[in-house]
Structure formats: C-alpha cells, structure tokens
C-alpha cells in the first residue's frame, strides 16, 4: 500500500488550491498593480505545489510502518507534556514546572520514576541557576518566588 | 597576497582571547554533540543559536563559536562508527567499515587516533581550498544579476537532495512548502500575506524556532517511537600505542581524502556522505592488493574520515561566498548569519571581512584544538556513548525550550515550536526532507527579492530569468540536478549500500 503519500498529496493539493485562492485575496499595493506584485511568487508556489502534489498522488513512494497503538498513546503523551510545559512555565516557575515535564518524559521513555524525576529536578535546578545567575537571564520563578531574594 | 592580509586580519580576530575561548567551547561542545547518540550536526547547531543570542555574543564570536561547533560534530560522528559500528552521522557511515573492525582487534583507540588525524588532515586541506577558492568565487559571483541569482537559487533546491537522494520530487515539494512559509507575513511592499490578522505572524515565522522544532522536537519523538531509551553498556578502550611511522604512513591517503572530500563538498549535490564514500572507494583501488579494506585497515579509516572532514569545510564555500548551502548544517548555520543581520553572499567578503576571514581563520585554529582535545580527551567522550538517551533527550528538548523562550519571553513561540515539532515527525515518516524546507524558509525572500527585481527591470517579461548564458548554465545544472538521481541515483546507492553491508 502507499497511502501515506497518496493523503499527503491529497492534503498538499488542497493547500496549493487554497494558498493559490489567497494569492487573491491580497490588497492591492499601495500605488497600484505592477507587473510584478505580491501575488507572483506565491502563484509559482501554489503551481510548484500543485504539480508535485499530482505527482505524489499518481506515483507514490511505499508506505513506511506506523507505530503501533500503544506507541501512539506514548507519543501523545509526550506532545501533552511538551504543551503542559509551556503552559506551566510561567505559573509554576522554571524549576517545577522543567521538574515535571523532564520527569515525565524520561519516565515515560523508560527510567525509573524516582530517578526520572530526580534528573529534571537537578537539571531545572542547574539550568536555573546558569541562566539567572551566570548568563544574567532571569527564567520565571513563578511559586518559587518566595525564596527570591529582594 | 590580498587573500593572505587578510588571513592575517582573520587570525587577529581569532586569536582574541575571547573568541579564542569560545572556539575552544564549540569544539568541545561539537565533539560533544557528534558524539552524544541522537543528537545530529544541524540538531545541535540549532539548539545552540538561540543561547548564542541570549548570551548577546558578538556576531563575529557567535559564527566562529558555531563553526567550531560544527567542525566538532564532524570529529564526534566517527566515535561511535568505531565503537559501536554505529554511524554519528550519514557521512560517518564508511568509517564503519574498517574502524569497527580495527576495534574488534582491540586496537579501538588507534583506530580513534587515526580518525583524528585524518579529520584533522582532511579539515586542513580543505580550509587551506576554501582559502583559496572562496575569493575567486566570491568575486565570480558579483557578476551575477537578479535573473542569475534566482537560478542559482533554484539550482540549490534542485541538488539538495544530492544525486544520491530518493526522490527529487519530495525534495522540491519540500522547498515550496518552506517557501510558503516564507512567504506569511508583510512583503516588502507592506502587504500582508496569510497573516490573518494573528500578530505574532506579521513578522513572518521564525526560522530559528521553526528549526529548533523540526529537528530537536521531532527527535525526540522519534526515539520515543523506537522506544531507544535504554544506553549501551559502557565501553573500555585499551590503551594507545600508535608510532610516528603509522602516522606518516596514513598521511597520503588523508591527502587525497582531503582532497576528494573538498571537491565533493563544494559541488552541490554531493556532499560529505558522497565525499567520504568516493574517498573510501578511491583508496581502496589505490592500493588495490597493499590494503586489506574492511578487515581493519588503518587506511580505511583515514580515507572516509579525511573525505568527510574535507567535504564539510568544502560545504562552506557555497555558503559563504553565494549564500546558498548545500547541507543541513551550513543551512543553519546560514540561519544564524540571517539573524545576526549579515547578508550572505559574495558582498559579505568586502563588508564583513572581519567576520569572514575571523570565521576562516577560526576553523584553521579550531582544527588545532579539536586534535588536541580528540587525542587525550577522547576517553571523556567515549563514556558520552554510554548515556541512555531516555535522559539525555527530555534535557536536550528542555535546553530547546529554554533557548526559545530565553529569545522572546512568548508562549506563542514555545507552542509553534511544539506544532513544528509535530509536523516534522510526520514529514519525516513521508520521508519528506525537512533541510529543503529550512531552506526554503531562510532563502523565501532574497528569492523572491530577486523575482521581483530581474522582472521589473524587464517589464514583467519572464524570458529574462533565462536570457544570459550563465542563467542558462545554472538552470542547466539545475534540470541535471533533477534528473540525475533517476539515472544514476539507483546505482550509487547500491553500491553504497552494497559497501556498508559486506561487513555484516
């Protein structure tokens, strides 16, 4: 089977239609059309995208194996941790909140929990400290910042 | 005698303590990262950019840091080619086929030591070429027009994918999308391009965050799926005896390695994989019944090493004097002059002649330190082998995130990194390069710059991007760049293949 490829193209050609729809879309340049406006690259690459879209969809390379479910519900979990983290960072603080998602990760690809969490605690800690003190780039304290001095 | 004052200039603004410093770290941090599994070239240059922005390096400090950095990981990529019969890297590959073998001997730290000469050998030769040859190309290059440019542009996606790529047409279609990406934002007349109206786009999409996401997220993704969490068990290595005459004896061959790797590296389309098997093939036919290739040949150690070291100095010359790179590592480098506000190109060699030839010389000495560090430290870095990547990774994927936050303070970015991240995973199951992308993205304005401009001055008449006989070479190169790979492409890769295999 070559699915992928097939979907994909698929997928590209949409692109190629819509981003070549939105090349028409644009507002006319300040001091009129010339012959060459905004719009010219952009159609050359709806047209570029579009050919080699029609290619993919009419000779498709094999499909490469797809994780297994499991593998899925793994690599989930790491995509929610990495969106969790940007979302904690401020709130929580550089160092719990680098505890907790380096903690997760390494848990989750395999280490024991308690090392696992042991390591992004360590080093939240030790990249707090460089940035805040060494490099002069404060990272958010967030809960922490009671032990702020000053 | 020009180049050679220069030079001089160069080696002044290397040789300043602090820059002196920094190279030394990059050197080490290069090996570091060529040897730590999992993480690749580009990978680690990239995660590196955004800490030297933060730590508000001076341009010229943050290149030679980062090239030192670069010529690093073509040091570490070998070790573990040695150890462990595992390629760092692509072009690693043909180390393989004697330096693992040599080990199995128990002579691993000589055949570690060799490597090192010959990537030493094979780095010097070639920046001693790019000292040569840069120039000359640099002012070639100022001949050229708009027209001229956007087929050169052109002929840069055409060979990216080298003549041994699979597909061309995945590589062009990776090029467009990259250049759509270029593309959002406001143009250089203030129109507004697929912003819809979000803010945070109408600067464009960073490409250093795009980047970081691409290559550092989707890896780390990648080894979850291979579930490679667990490290190999550590390794001892015996203690090194090499003689001068073992040496001496590996030197003509690190020469014509050089040598080889140089041509290989400037030519687009072949690159350092291409540079270290045709040099590997080469020695072998050479010394035809004097070798035992793949047996354990000190000098099938020397010659991919030398091939490859050469070629990725080589790989600069067409970044340095045309702003177009050949390889994922200088198209990240070329990220880093982008946003350092340089223009690359063969105008950098007059406006920015400090910086160019403090990066050229920069590499001559990088080189001198990276021996150094290679011979006696080597044992630091072997243990390096031994780190389990389910650490290693989540850390590497925070410094990402630290790095990009560090830039902007914006969670905007953070999660565009991670939807990148998301996206090249999937690109790279469709075996769908992400380099080309990068490049489309770095490349997306001046290639449009030069439309617009060779256009105009004809009136929008399209038969001037094809009206002088240098236009009509490049785009020859071009179209040949694209249909190579069909004819010849199968070919080569067999015999690559069928070289790395025989060893199994």
Not at chain 2, 343 to 360: E, K, R, S
């Amino acid at each position: 089977m070559a699915l992928n490829d097939r979907l994909f193209g698929v997928l590209m050609l949409v692109l190629a239609v819509a981003y070549g729809w939105g090349t028409t879309q644009f507002p006319e340049p300040f001091g009129g059309a010339e012959a060459v406006g905004p719009e010219t690259f952009p159609k050359l690459l709806a047209v570029v995208l579009a050919l080699t879209s029609l290619y993919l969809i009419v000779k498709p390379d094999p499909d490469n194996a797809w994780p297994p479910g499991r593998t899925w519900l793994e690599l989930v979990i790491a995509v929610v941790v990495l969106v969790a983290y940007t979302l904690l960072l401020q709130p929580l603080g550089f160092v719990i909140a680098t505890t907790l998602a380096v903690g997760t990760l390494c848990w989750r690809m395999g280490a024991a929990p308690l090392r696992a969490y042991l390591t992004g605690l360590v080093s939240g800690v030790v990249v707090f400290l460089l940035f805040t003190y060494a490099l002069d780039l404060p990272l958010p304290w967030g809960v922490l910042s009671v032990l702020e001095a000053d | 005698m020009e180049t050679l004052n220069y030079l001089l200039d160069g080696f002044g603004v290397a040789l300043a303590p602090h820059n002196l410093m920094f190279a030394l770290l990059g050197a080490f941090l290069g090996t570091l990262i060529g040897a730590l599994p999992g993480l690749g070239p580009a990978n680690g240059v990239a995660i590196l950019i955004p800490l030297a922005f933060t730590l508000g390096l001076r341009p010229e400090t943050a290149l030679i840091m980062l090239t030192a950095v670069y010529a690093g990981a073509m040091y570490g990529g070998r070790i573990s080619s040695i150890l462990l019969n595992i390629p760092g890297d692509e072009p690693a590959m043909m180390t393989c086929l004697d330096g693992y073998p040599m080990a199995q001997k128990g002579k691993a730290a000589e055949a570690l030591a060799i490597s090192a000469v010959a990537s030493f050998m094979g780095s010097l030769i070639a920046t001693i070429g790019l000292i040569l040859l840069a120039p000359l190309l640099a002012r070639f290059a100022l001949t050229f027009g708009a027209a001229e440019y956007f087929a050169l542009f052109v002929l840069a996606f055409a060979t990216l994918g080298g003549i041994t790529g699979k597909n061309p047409v995945k590589t062009i279609m990776a090029a467009a999308i990259g250049l759509m990406i270029a593309t959002v934002g406001i143009d250089n007349t203030g129109v507004q391009r697929y912003t819809f109206g979000v803010l945070e786009l109408y600067e464009g999409v960073d490409f250093i965050i795009t980047i970081v996401g691409l290559f550092a997220i989707s890896e780390l993704l990648f080894f979850i799926e291979a579930r490679a969490g667990g490290g190999k068990s550590e390794i001892v290595i015996n203690k090194l005896k090499l003689s001068w005459k073992e040496i001496v004896a590996i030197l003509p061959t690190s020469f014509r390695g050089g040598v080889l790797g140089f041509i290989a590296g400037v030519l687009p389309g072949a690159g350092a994989s291409l540079g270290s098997f045709i040099s590997y093939t080469l020695e072998k036919k050479v010394l035809g019944r004097k070798g035992y290739f793949g047996e354990g040949d000190p000098r099938g150690v020397a010659a991919p090493e030398a091939g490859n070291n050469g070629a990725s100095s080589g790989a600069l010359v067409p970044m340095l004097t045309l702003g177009v790179p050949g390889s994922g590592t200088t198209a990240v480098l070329l990220a880093l002059l982008i946003s350092l506000n340089i223009t690359p190109g063969p105008l950098m060699f007059t406006q920015n002649a400090d910086i160019v030839w403090g990066v050229i010389a920069a590499l001559l000495i990088g080189n001198f330190l990276l021996l150094l560090l290679n011979i006696p430290l080597v044992g630091i870095f072997v243990k390096l082998l031994s780190v389990p990547p389910m650490y290693l990774l989540p850390i590497v994927t925070m410094v990402a995130f630290v790095g990009i936050y560090s830039i902007s303070n914006s969670a905007f970015d953070l999660y565009f990194m991670v939807a990148f991240g998301v996206g090249g995973y999937f690109l790279r199951k469709l075996e769908i390069p992400l380099v080309p992308i990068i490049l489309g993205l770095l490349l997306g304005p001046e290639m449009e710059k030069n439309l617009r401009h060779a256009l105009d001055i004809a009136d929008g008449d399209w038969t001037v991007l094809w009206n002088s006989g240098l236009a009509i070479g490049l785009w020859s190169v071009a179209i040949l760049g694209l249909i190579l790979p069909y004819l010849v492409g199968p070919m080569l890769r067999r015999r690559m293949k069928a070289g790395t295999e025989t060893r199994d």
